[in-house]
């Protein structure tokens, strides 16, 4: 035990291993943990749970913030230790189980969780896992690299279990700014009105009396596993700065933009990096996860301060933050997902939201959560709390990928339906950029053919419309015909059709 990191004497006698620690969990609980992509998560104890059910007929509900590090939600899936799943996942077992439905998953806005358990809208939690920097002097926690929806596990469940990981420094207090909203009907107003407000305390408020046990970790979290920007997403980048220069010529944006927020991803952190060559200055973020391409901007003197739930960065990044840390401890902060993903938080700052698609119709609906229709990817995340509220909600995909360009991304009817037209307003592929403001349905149809479908589906999709378009109706379509791109993927491997039918029928 390391006396430093537990300075509640009440707690001294509370040190297990983290098998004691998973050998609370009964049958068909609902347990609710910290981490939010793969930052801040439990790293003993819900791995402990996975060897426990390797031997035991036993599943729990489990609900974090979002995607959990290392192979921990693999473990699980593999060991059948999940009855059930909320509100994200990225994890190619556990995604395998949840499609063959031997795992069931609840695909939620990650700003609504907190609220939902809150409300009582969800089960009761029956423990929390919480892994902490340190317990201060009265008990409480000082997290780690994420806040998730820690402090609403921490208030709401029967007994909590705290994780404290060594290899985070005294230093990350200060970084975090808890603050859980008044119950309703006395609700009042979330006092955000820039990026660097705080509004809460630093540390997660506990009682005592919960806490069953705690458990001490030194494993760092899981490094995000960037990649060189490639052509496609260098173009999606180029076009999308490009966009925002002209919006400065016209006076709609200065050169500080808006408060930035962008989901994660290789596509994101390209469209960020991307912002320091540019004549950009003072830009601030209020987002989900903090990326490397937000301390890269940082170091370039182009980003001022950043707001979000987590620090999710490559190995090599985390320990450029952890040697300068004091240059960014003042630059950031870490709230609760229901803060930094909060609808009228958003809607204050006005937010640019960049987010990336699975695939968009010529309507410009998208599809961010489901291959076909039917087989989830990872989640909704947050995109929906940011397209539905930001000042310019902005959507990015390929156009064409796999075995020359077999599946458009570019669809006369998306397959599933996440983001309505009705919030998105910027669709981007490598091909360009489509500007739906103030466009009706039709005009709609006309630029992202023109700018964001693929060449060699071009053809295929203004066939399409202008058949529609025949039979008329404010958004055509041929329903018979909507999901012939979807179904004749599935039927020869490829999207592409010989010849275009070029009459009904």
């Keep these: 035990m390391n006396p430093e990191r537990i300075q509640f004497q009440k707690y001294k006698d509370k ?17 609710g ?59 190619p077992v556990m995604r395998g189980k949840i499609n063959n439905g031997e795992i069931l998953f609840i695909d939620q ?17 029956d423990f929390a896992i919480i892994e902490a920097t340190y317990i201060d002097t009265n008990g409480h926690i000082i997290p780690t690299t994420s806040v998730g929806n820690s402090a609403t596990f921490a208030h709401l469940a029967d007994k909590i279990i705290i994780e404290i990981n060594t290899s985070i420094p005294f230093e990350f207090k200060g970084i975090h700014d808890i603050f859980i909203p008044n119950h309703y009907p006395n609700r009042d107003v979330i006092n955000i009105t820039a990026s660097d407000d705080r509004i809460g305390s630093d540390v997660i408020r506990i009682d005592p009396d919960k ?26 980048a180029n076009h999308l700065l490009t966009f925002f220069e002209k919006e400065i010529q016209s006076g709609r944006l200065t050169k500080s933009l808006m408060p930035l927020q962008a989901g994660i991803g290789k596509v994101a952190n390209a469209v960020l990096s991307g912002l320091a060559k540019g004549d950009f200055e003072n830009l601030v973020m209020y987002s989900e996860v903090l990326q490397d391409s937000t301390f890269e901007l940082m170091d370039t003197g182009k980003m001022t301060f950043a707001s979000a739930s987590s620090i999710t960065v490559s190995e090599s990044c985390y320990q450029h933050i952890l040697a300068n840390f004091d240059q960014y401890k003042d630059k950031i902060v870490l709230r609760p997902q229901n803060i930094s993903n909060s609808a009228e938080v958003i809607r204050r700052l006005g937010i640019i939201g960049i987010n990336t698609a699975i695939e968009f119709d010529i309507y410009g609906n998208v599809n961010s959560t489901h291959i076909s229709g039917t087989k989830m990817m990872n989640g909704i995340g947050g995109s929906g709390d940011f397209a539905r509220n930001a000042y310019l909600s902005i959507f990015v995909t390929q156009s064409a990928s796999k075995d020359g360009n077999a599946i458009s991304h570019v669809l006369p009817m998306v397959s599933h339906t996440d983001h309505t037209e009705h919030d998105v307003d910027i669709l981007v592929t490598e091909q360009g950029l489509a500007d739906l403001r103030g466009l009706a349905p039709r005009e709609r149809a006309k630029v992202i053919i023109e700018n964001c479908a693929h060449p060699e589906y071009r053809e295929q999709l203004q066939d399409y419309y202008n058949r529609a378009s025949e039979r008329g109706g404010h958004t055509p379509h041929i329903l018979e015909e909507a999901f012939n791109f979807h179904t004749r993927y599935l039927e020869t491997g490829t999207m592409k059709q010989n010849c275009l039918v070029t009459c009904e029928g």
């Design 15 to 31: 040190v297990i291993s983290a098998h004691q620690a998973a050998a609370f969990f009964k049958d068909k609980m609902v347990v």
């Design 33 to 91: 943990s910290s981490g939010f992509t793969k930052a801040g998560d439990s790293k003993a104890v819900l791995p402990a749970f996975a060897l426990r059910a390797e031997h035991e007929d036993i599943g729990i509900t489990l609900i974090t913030g979002a995607s959990l590090g290392h192979t921990t939600d693999a473990d699980l899936a593999r060991t059948n230790a999940l009855y059930k799943r909320m509100p994200f996942q990225v994890d």
């Design 109 to 125: 806005h990650l700003s609504e969780t907190a609220e939902l358990l809150e409300n009582k809208h969800l089960p009761q939690l």
């Design 211 to 236: 806490v069953a046990g705690i458990v001490f970790t030194e494993i760092p979290d899981s490094p995000a596993q960037t990649t060189a920007p490639d052509a496609k997403t260098t173009a999606i």
